[in-house]
């Protein structure tokens, strides 16, 4: 039997050698297509940073452009500039943060949603519960009023 | 007789393969498909709402009389506890391992809140070393219990400091 005959699909024309890439072509349209889907189906508006590491839920309400104020293990963040250090926060007694609440009344205009002051808790999962406290206490001071707290849904990692 | 109008009138052996040229279809694809899986999104976010006590926020609650005992699911480093008032209903301990047992707890929270005086509503009250993942929890717990107003707040471990 001939090596090229039947199995052996790659054809030689003139000394031009000529691969079969159909089943190539298959692959890339249907990755082609998961990639497109995947890419208009989520139209996230709140990219969280890659240091926090969020914490996972079973909410499926979508995230909105909201004021974000973002909490990694050692830092908040608040419009792009670090207001304080966690572990500072950890160990002081006032529940109000005084850069962060001076920073949102600076930016609390922008953060008015439908005539009150909104905000997205972009917030690493290991964080202890009295730092996310301090920093809703400061913002709730502040003039925020609608708060909600960034999350991986559940089952999509 | 033609069973079809399409089908070809050459016999089987006179036909000639057909060479397509693919390769400006494979070159959109090499630059199309890095493009894509850069921008692709594999990780779906999506948010909790929650309110905060009204001595927190602006004052905007009624602050007329006593204020309405609602269910507090009560989060602490060592147990779990479901409160009305200043009364412990239920409480679960944190295993040896260090999980807390959220799957008992949905069961408790159903029962308690088909006894409350206001079955759509719960705050979740976390002292200060808990984790936060654990109260993100607690509150998909609570919303899977049918409690639709779902409030967050910060429990003291001494209530003469207030705090």
Known sequence: ?157 | MKLSLFRSSRPPSEMVDADVDVTPVMNVFVILIPFLVSMAVFTHVSIIEFSVPPDMGQGTGDTSGKPKLKLTLLLTESFLGITEGENLLDSLPVLDNGIYQFDSLSARLSVRRSQSEFPDEIIVASRDGVPFKYAVKAMDVSRECGFSKIGISGATADPSKGR
């Open chain 1, 1 to 157: 039997m001939h090596p090229l005959s039947s199995r052996n699909k790659h054809k030689v024309d003139g000394g031009v050698f000529r691969p079969q890439i159909t089943s190539l072509v298959d692959v890339m349209t249907i990755l082609l297509f998961f990639l497109i889907k995947s890419f208009s189906v989520d139209s996230t508006v709140v990219t969280p940073p890659p240091n926090v590491e969020l914490p996972l839920s079973t909410s499926e309400k979508g995230a909105q452009s909201r004021c974000a104020v973002t909490i990694t293990k050692e830092e908040i963040i608040a419009d792009d500039r670090v207001v304080a250090n966690v572990a500072d926060i950890e160990r002081s007694d006032s529940l109000i943060i005084e850069p962060l609440h001076a920073l949102m009344k600076h930016i609390l205009p922008q953060c008015m949603v439908e005539e009150s002051g909104s905000i997205v808790i972009v917030c690493d999962k290991d964080v202890n519960f009295a730092v996310v406290k301090k920093v809703m206490s400061t913002c709730s001071r502040a003039g925020i009023s609608d708060f909600s707290i960034l999350v991986i849904r559940e089952g999509e990692l």
